[in-house]
């Protein structure tokens, strides 16, 4: 079938008036029926439909094609449908061209009917040579191992390995804390139903414990990954607790005698933790971890620990897994005020963000759920909300937070209300977007509760000698300035991407949005896929999102992947890169070009080459373009392929 004579169907698809009502369809379907080769020509109203598709196969049944044209809308998402349907009718996938009309005609012309046309038909016409030197090509498949690796331990990663380990898959759940749980652990209540966020996480971090399937592996990071999907190779780095987390019961004796005392993290800074600790009362696994770069050798928590766990000489180790998908969480941070002095925050004592008042608010945190001033210990009686702190601005991160930090300061003003009806509230937004199922709910029960709304980006806050701050802000919904006291400030922050997303994405090979997070294969049709085979994202790993949507992230990347784990195999395209080792010099520009690895050298001296791994390659023509001898050429996309289309912007430009 190789050396057959081409006969080439075109097929045009009026997409309902996308195209048809843009430029003439017919016209361009009798146009390519004048072009060389071209035996069949149909106007479908929509080609993608099932009987568009019928009708692609009857035309190739009925004229014996061999090659096939449809010119419609983008192959970002209907290709892999037309190279089915050929598959089906019996040609090769790869013998079928794609030329997208509406997003480069008529969408583009929408205003010139005769201009669209015209470029229609010079985009078919290329098309048509491109075609003409298309080769069949073969997809190949390769082995998937049944392990699964999960990146990051919050509310995301760990719904996606409970899922996986209730399939029967053995799953590695590597955290970089102490404990898994996430962010979620230090809430004091969850939006938009305010109930006990430890209450809800709690029995999920210990349904994660006693999954027999799931291997915790806490207080480590992952820091390489190689191979493809199906077959990678990972290691991950334990980081030394300085204790036997075998012999540990996780009593506490050893955090009670410590006297060095530092600043809590998991309580915002505020309050304290000793050098040796446990994270947080419900942390799992319920074990200490010795900071010992604040450690003073005093031996105290050796002494006090009746097991004799204490290691003070445990070294990091290096471990390697085998996996065949790889689900990757690592979450978010908060976006921090403190570089810029964000309305004051790190100048005025009384100005602190949402999760630090998160931390006051709980029951569990260092006040005992009082809410206090930091410049006094005194409850406060007038408290502001900011909202879109480090969002939706053009000098720190343009985009909003998904509604996430409205619908926080919503939620903290209406606990602190319900729990001192005495307090008065303000929140200051430009816009108040409550999107999410039972959002609008909670923010009409805030304003039932007496909490007031300024529609305003504050300008000004200043602080009076009593520690007081004055917000001066427009009123923009009663035109005029205002200026409030209030006792305490809080910040409603945006969310930003994970401090180690740039290094996880470099590790994995993904690429990052303009906003910083991990970019999905396709927003809507691919939400949790990315563009390296076997890897997917979950979470806020992918931007911002709230709990529950952020909890199915993760079950639709184990939905996914499962595809795999349960086929046992992962195909690989036939567009990849091939390699002439007679014009090769092993210069290795490949190697460093290559976004996805999929160049090395091997050998030594005269016997150096050029090994290619074929699973890895995503077609992109970075290599091609990159070596100076012309020793690699793409599959599909050769050298005479895409020049014949280059000559055919001219008509009839022949090959």
Request: aromatic share 8%.
């Amino acid at each position: 079938m190789e050396n057959e004579e081409p006969r080439i169907g075109v097929f045009v698809c009026e997409c309902g008036v996308n195209i048809g009502g843009y430029l003439d369809t017919q016209a361009v379907a009798d146009y390519a029926l004048t072009l060389p080769n071209v035996v069949h020509t149909k106007v479908n109203k929509f080609t993608c439909a099932d009987s568009g598709q019928a009708e692609i196969q009857a035309g190739i049944k009925e004229h014996n094609l061999n090659r096939v044209v449809v010119a419609s809308c983008t192959p970002r998402t209907h290709e892999p449908t037309f190279r089915a349907c050929c598959k089906e009718a019996g040609v090769n996938p790869y013998q079928f061209e794609f030329v997208n009309i509406r997003d480069q005609c008529s969408w583009i012309h929408m205003w010139d009917w005769e201009g669209a046309t015209a470029k229609a038909k010079d985009l078919v016409r290329m098309g048509v040579a491109r075609s003409r030197l298309l080769e069949p090509l073969e997809e190949s498949s390769v082995p998937v191992d049944q392990n699964v690796l999960v990146i990051g331990a919050g509310v995301a990663g760990m719904q996606a390995a409970i899922d996986f380990g209730d399939m029967g898959y053995n799953v590695y759940l590597v955290e970089k804390g102490p404990s898994i749980g996430g962010r979620m652990a230090r809430f004091d209540k969850v939006f938009p139903t305010n109930d006990c966020s430890i209450c809800i996480l709690g029995p999920k971090m210990v349904e994660v414990a006693r999954n027999k399937n799931i291997n915790i592996m806490s207080y480590s990071e992952v820091t390489d990954v190689e191979g493809f999907v199906g077959n990678f190779e990972v290691t991950v780095l334990h980081k030394p607790r300085y204790l036997d987390t075998d012999i540990c019961t996780g009593c506490g004796s050893c955090q009670e005698v410590c006297p060095v005392e530092l600043p809590s993290e998991f309580n915002e800074n505020f309050g304290t933790r000793k050098a040796i600790y446990i994270p947080f009362p419900q942390a799992v696994p319920m074990r200490a971890v010795l900071d010992m770069e604040n450690c003073i050798s005093c031996k105290a928590c050796e002494k006090a620990c009746e097991p004799g766990a204490i290691r003070y000489d445990q070294e990091p180790i290096y471990e390697k897994l085998k996996v065949g998908v790889i689900t990757v969480a690592v979450g978010m941070d908060a976006f921090d005020p403190l570089p810029h002095n964000n309305y004051g925050y790190g100048l005025y004592d009384n100005v602190i963000t949402t999760m630090e008042f998160e931390r006051l608010l709980n029951a569990a945190g260092p006040t005992g759920g009082h809410v206090v001033r930091p410049s006094d210990a005194v409850e406060p009686i007038t408290v502001g909300f900011i909202n879109c702190v480090g969002s939706r601005d053009v000098n720190e991160n343009i985009y909003c937070s998904g509604g996430v930090c409205c619908m926080f300061s919503i939620k903290n003003a209406q606990l602190l209300k319900e729990k001192r009806p005495e307090t008065n509230h303000f929140v200051f937004y430009m816009d108040i977007r409550s999107t999410m199922r039972g959002f609008e709910e909670a923010y009409n029960r805030a304003r039932d509760l007496g909490v007031k709304f300024i529609r305003g980006k504050p300008v000004e806050i200043t602080e009076k000698e009593n520690g007081n701050l004055v917000v001066r802000v427009e009123d923009t919904l009663k035109g005029e300035i205002v200026n409030v006291e209030l006792d305490l400030l809080v910040l409603g922050t945006g969310l930003v991407p994970n401090e180690g997303i740039n290094e996880m994405g470099s590790i994995l090979k993904l690429p990052r949005s303009a906003d910083g997070f991990l970019t999905e294969l396709h927003p809507k049709l691919a939400p949790v896929d990315t563009t390296t085979d076997g890897v997917f994202v979950a979470g806020c790993a992918a931007g911002p999102r709230d709990i529950a949507y952020a909890t199915a992230h993760g079950s639709a990347t184990a939905g996914r992947a499962t595809r795999l784990l349960s086929v046992g195999s992962a195909p690989i395209m036939g567009i990849t890169a091939r390699i002439d080792e007679d014009k090769c010099v092993v210069c290795g520009i490949c190697v460093d070009k290559c976004p996805y690895g999929v160049f090395e050298i091997v050998g030594t001296n005269g016997d150096r080459r050029i090994n290619v791994v074929e699973a890895l390659c995503k077609g992109c023509g970075t290599c091609v373009t990159a070596c100076p001898t012309g020793a690699l050429e793409q599959s599909h996309f050769k050298n005479d392929q895409v020049l014949a289309q280059v000559r055919n912007v001219f008509q009839y430009g022949g090959e």
